[in-house]
């Protein structure tokens, strides 16, 4: 008898066992990759809507800091590009440094001075 096998078929049995088990392991991978996959944000819509805003409301604050606008009309108050009010502020501040504290003391007073009081009703009992 002969003590060594046949070369041939032994190594065509190894390279289809190894071919197979990467099939399978291939095989295996791709399922899990399929049934793990994690399913949509159940807020997706929400975080679009949220992103949108977001970009709105950073499109007016730069608009706001870019161009000159009222504030509240009634008191006059006026919001300026923060260029143009610097240059007003060294304007003014290099002048007179007493007056234009003094001017700055009554814009900051007018502009939070509180609303007047609303009338008492009368006591239905008088």
Same mark, same amino acid.
């Given at each position: 008898?002969? /003590?060594?096998?046949?070369? *041939?078929?032994?190594?065509?049995?190894? =390279?289809?066992?190894?071919? *197979? /088990? !990467?099939?399978?392991?291939?095989?295996?991978?791709?399922?899990?990759?399929?049934?793990?996959?994690?399913?949509?944000?159940?807020?997706?819509?929400?975080?679009?809507?949220?992103?949108?805003?977001?970009?709105?409301?950073?499109?007016?604050?730069?608009?706001?800091? %870019?161009? =000159?606008?009222?504030? %509240?009309? /009634?008191? *006059?108050?006026?919001?300026? &590009?923060?260029? %143009? =009010?610097?240059?007003?502020? @060294?304007? @003014?501040? *290099?002048? %007179?440094?007493?007056?234009?504290? /003094?001017?700055?003391?009554?814009?900051?007073?007018?502009?939070? =001075? &509180?609303?007047?009081?609303?009338?008492?009703?009368?006591?239905? !009992?008088?």
């Amino acid at each position: 008898m002969n /003590s060594q096998p046949a070369n *041939g078929k032994f190594e065509t049995a190894h =390279a289809i066992a190894i071919l *197979g /088990s !990467f099939l399978i392991v291939a095989a295996l991978v791709w399922a899990m990759h399929h049934y793990t996959q994690q399913p949509p944000p159940l807020n997706a819509n929400r975080a679009e809507e949220r992103a949108k805003a977001l970009a709105e409301l950073r499109a007016a604050e730069a608009d706001a800091l %870019d161009r =000159a606008g009222w504030i %509240d009309q /009634s008191k *006059g108050i006026v919001r300026l &590009p923060i260029q %143009d =009010a610097m240059k007003l502020v @060294e304007e @003014e501040w *290099g002048r %007179d440094p007493a007056t234009a504290r /003094s001017n700055l003391i009554a814009r900051v007073e007018k502009a939070t =001075a &509180p609303p007047p009081k609303a009338p008492e009703k009368p006591n239905p !009992f008088e």
